[in-house]
């Protein structure tokens, strides 16, 4: 079920309201998390419910693990022979990497065996699992927490409440179980809080604006553009890249606003996932702000253990590198995410080598460079192999010519048909004239307007923030006949 669609928000989301805080108001405070749970998985399972023992199944057995981790922990001062925890740990991370390993890799690895050493294995065409990467990483991150001895819950039915709450259940943010159940747990959490509601209705209308009106607006020249990366001038391949970067933006910053929207009207308020990411002056800054709950587990589940920043620039440099590529394959199972993840491993090295050198930039051309590298590497990101991309990268720097609009042919007589080529600008992409307001109007407000946290942090439920909410909400929900899936749903 998606978030921009008639059944969530005119049936899914009210129901679920409305009988959440009823049962809480009758004090089933039992009941409503049942009812929350099976709420949850309804909501997964209406994309395919095939999967639902799947994720099931994920949760009974990180639940054991990690129950079985926290038992070990509170006896490690007892005289008693048993496995280890570290035995429990390494077993349910490896379990869990094998899950994913299996659904999301599969198919990956059997091509590049058949490719490289010459196996005839048939593709086995698994079917992705939706929010599998998700849930996935949010329980080895509980596993590790467990190890560390962060972990005192222990019930169950909290635990996969923990796991399926619908908010962040598909694509994020990656939660961790210590700061999400004394949430859950909250008895002031049980009552209806109208400044919660009115505030996050505000967040979610603004989130379904992003994706209707602007991402999927995106959307149609960025798909144009890299079906037909062959015939791409520069204005065109230059308005295909910068589609696809605000496509993404707005697709994914526009479902954290919803996330975060939906879960504070039920006085659950998830971690900070999007902080103006194209604002970043470095690319350091960029991962600061950009998907900062995978930053975050990438950081603290991988980069730290392998050492850090603790044993020389060279093994630092190595880690970073490792963290990256690790990053990147966890988007897909794709070489394009590889290469994507080794640009933004070696512009970090880079960054960091910059810095320790002791050299600074001008603020305008540091943002320049790092947004132009984040543009660029966006297009290995998106496109599908690395021809398509070299395609678009080369009707970026005109290798397929600069073309421009009839009307200027009379500006540039001396150099007509050398230089400039003149006729529809935006053909190859379908765009006209409305592409370029378009990325001048997204520049301008990932740049200079407030971000939605920012919005939040500063709202008030008055009449003015009433007709704002209404507004968006009505224009939003009048176009949702394109309903279109979010991007991250395919990782």
């Given at each position: 079920?998606?978030?921009?669609?008639?059944?969530?928000?005119?049936?899914?989301?009210?129901?679920?309201?409305?009988?959440?805080?009823?049962?809480?108001?009758?004090?089933?405070?039992?009941?409503?998390?049942?009812?929350?749970?099976?709420?949850?998985?309804?909501?997964?399972?209406?994309?395919?419910?095939?999967?639902?023992?799947?994720?099931?199944?994920?949760?009974?057995?990180?639940?054991?693990?990690?129950?079985?981790?926290?038992?070990?922990?509170?006896?490690?001062?007892?005289?008693?022979?048993?496995?280890?925890?570290?035995?429990?740990?390494?077993?349910?991370?490896?379990?869990?990497?094998?899950?994913?390993?299996?659904?999301?890799?599969?198919?990956?690895?059997?091509?590049?065996?058949?490719?490289?050493?010459?196996?005839?294995?048939?593709?086995?065409?698994?079917?992705?699992?939706?929010?599998?990467?998700?849930?996935?990483?949010?329980?080895?991150?509980?596993?590790?927490?467990?190890?560390?001895?962060?972990?005192?819950?222990?019930?169950?039915?909290?635990?996969?409440?923990?796991?399926?709450?619908?908010?962040?259940?598909?694509?994020?943010?990656?939660?961790?179980?210590?700061?999400?159940?004394?949430?859950?747990?909250?008895?002031?959490?049980?009552?209806?809080?109208?400044?919660?509601?009115?505030?996050?209705?505000?967040?979610?209308?603004?989130?379904?604006?992003?994706?209707?009106?602007?991402?999927?607006?995106?959307?149609?020249?960025?798909?144009?553009?890299?079906?037909?990366?062959?015939?791409?001038?520069?204005?065109?391949?230059?308005?295909?890249?910068?589609?696809?970067?605000?496509?993404?933006?707005?697709?994914?910053?526009?479902?954290?606003?919803?996330?975060?929207?939906?879960?504070?009207?039920?006085?659950?308020?998830?971690?900070?996932?999007?902080?103006?990411?194209?604002?970043?002056?470095?690319?350091?800054?960029?991962?600061?702000?950009?998907?900062?709950?995978?930053?975050?587990?990438?950081?603290?589940?991988?980069?730290?253990?392998?050492?850090?920043?603790?044993?020389?620039?060279?093994?630092?440099?190595?880690?970073?590198?490792?963290?990256?590529?690790?990053?990147?394959?966890?988007?897909?199972?794709?070489?394009?995410?590889?290469?994507?993840?080794?640009?933004?491993?070696?512009?970090?090295?880079?960054?960091?080598?910059?810095?320790?050198?002791?050299?600074?930039?001008?603020?305008?051309?540091?943002?320049?460079?790092?947004?132009?590298?984040?543009?660029?590497?966006?297009?290995?990101?998106?496109?599908?192999?690395?021809?398509?991309?070299?395609?678009?990268?080369?009707?970026?720097?005109?290798?397929?010519?600069?073309?421009?609009?009839?009307?200027?042919?009379?500006?540039?007589?001396?150099?007509?048909?050398?230089?400039?080529?003149f006729g529809t600008v935006f053909e190859h992409i379908n765009g006209k004239s409305q592409t370029t307001f378009y990325i001048i109007a997204a520049l301008f407000m990932v740049l200079v307007l407030k971000n939605s946290m920012q919005l939040m942090e500063g709202f008030k439920p008055n009449r003015l923030n009433l007709i704002f909410t209404i507004v968006l909400f009505l224009t939003s929900v009048s176009m949702m006949s394109r309903v279109s899936e979010f991007l991250y749903f395919n990782f």
């Amino acid at each position: 079920m998606l978030f921009n669609s008639y059944e969530f928000i005119f049936f899914f989301l009210p129901i679920t309201f409305i009988v959440f805080f009823w049962l809480n108001s009758k004090r089933l405070t039992q009941a409503s998390k049942g009812w929350m749970v099976f709420a949850s998985l309804f909501f997964y399972s209406w994309w395919n419910i095939s999967y639902l023992p799947l994720i099931l199944s994920s949760i009974l057995f990180n639940f054991i693990v990690g129950s079985s981790i926290t038992k070990i922990n509170a006896r490690k001062n007892i005289n008693v022979k048993t496995f280890s925890n570290k035995a429990f740990l390494s077993f349910g991370i490896i379990s869990n990497i094998a899950l994913l390993a299996y659904f999301k890799y599969m198919d990956f690895f059997i091509t590049n065996s058949n490719t490289l050493i010459g196996t005839h294995w048939n593709l086995m065409h698994i079917l992705l699992p939706l929010g599998i990467s998700f849930f996935t990483f949010t329980q080895i991150a509980y596993l590790v927490d467990a190890y560390r001895d962060e972990v005192r819950e222990m019930d169950y039915l909290n635990y996969t409440l923990f796991v399926t709450f619908f908010p962040h259940l598909l694509a994020g943010p990656i939660l961790h179980h210590k700061e999400m159940m004394p949430q859950f747990d909250s008895i002031k959490n049980k009552v209806i809080n109208y400044k919660n509601i009115a505030t996050g209705l505000f967040l979610f209308s603004i989130g379904l604006f992003k994706k209707i009106l602007l991402a999927d607006t995106f959307a149609q020249w960025a798909n144009a553009g890299f079906d037909s990366t062959q015939t791409l001038n520069m204005i065109e391949a230059w308005a295909t890249s910068l589609s696809y970067t605000f496509q993404l933006y707005f697709d994914f910053s526009g479902y954290t606003d919803m996330a975060l929207g939906i879960a504070l009207m039920f006085n659950i308020k998830l971690p900070l996932n999007f902080n103006s990411p194209y604002k970043a002056l470095n690319i350091q800054d960029f991962w600061r702000r950009w998907h900062i709950t995978l930053s975050r587990f990438l950081r603290d589940y991988i980069y730290i253990p392998l050492g850090g920043n603790r044993n020389g620039e060279v093994r630092t440099y190595a880690n970073l590198f490792t963290v990256f590529l690790v990053g990147g394959l966890w988007h897909g199972a794709s070489w394009m995410f590889i290469i994507w993840g080794a640009l933004h491993g070696s512009g970090i090295i880079l960054h960091r080598a910059w810095q320790q050198m002791g050299q600074k930039m001008n603020t305008l051309l540091a943002w320049f460079i790092t947004f132009n590298f984040i543009n660029i590497t966006w297009i290995f990101f998106r496109a599908k192999d690395w021809i398509q991309a070299n395609n678009i990268i080369k009707g970026m720097m005109g290798g397929n010519g600069i073309m421009l609009p009839e009307k200027y042919a009379r500006y540039f007589e001396n150099i007509h048909d050398t230089i400039f080529q003149f006729g529809t600008v935006f053909e190859h992409i379908n765009g006209k004239s409305q592409t370029t307001f378009y990325i001048i109007a997204a520049l301008f407000m990932v740049l200079v307007l407030k971000n939605s946290m920012q919005l939040m942090e500063g709202f008030k439920p008055n009449r003015l923030n009433l007709i704002f909410t209404i507004v968006l909400f009505l224009t939003s929900v009048s176009m949702m006949s394109r309903v279109s899936e979010f991007l991250y749903f395919n990782f």
